[in-house]
């Protein structure tokens, strides 16, 4: 287990304000969050040349992992076959 500690007197009282406001239950949850945004904006900062590792990154990153993102298959009725 690490201990940390924080020497900013404004940055304690930020952080007690968080929890005490509701938004976080404990400096930890707090934390996650913070280094969870942060990994997002690195994600989105990603050069555009990057592959698709970055998408399964951020797939596997995100927190709403049981969506499923599979478009559904749809039959068409109204389309008629074409032989070529």
Same mark, same amino acid.
């Given at each position: 287990?690490?201990?940390l500690e924080i020497h900013?007197?404004?940055?304690?009282?930020? +952080?007690? *304000?968080?929890? #005490?406001?509701g938004h976080f239950q %404990?400096? @930890?949850?707090?934390?996650?969050?913070?280094?969870?945004?942060?990994?997002?904006?690195?994600?989105?900062?990603?050069?555009?040349?990057?592959?698709?590792?970055? +998408?399964? *990154?951020?797939? #596997?990153?995100?927190?709403?992992? %049981?969506? @499923?993102?599979?478009?559904?298959?749809?039959?068409?009725?109204?389309?008629?076959?074409?032989?070529?």
């Open positions: 287990m690490v201990s900013n007197p404004e940055l304690a009282q930020r +952080v007690r *304000a968080q929890i #005490q406001s %404990d400096a @930890d949850d707090l934390i996650e969050k913070a280094l969870d945004a942060l990994d997002e904006q690195a994600i989105i900062a990603a050069p555009t040349t990057a592959t698709g590792a970055v +998408v399964l *990154a951020a797939l #596997q990153a995100s927190p709403y992992r %049981d969506i @499923d993102l599979t478009q559904p298959s749809v039959r068409l009725t109204n389309v008629r076959d074409v032989v070529l």
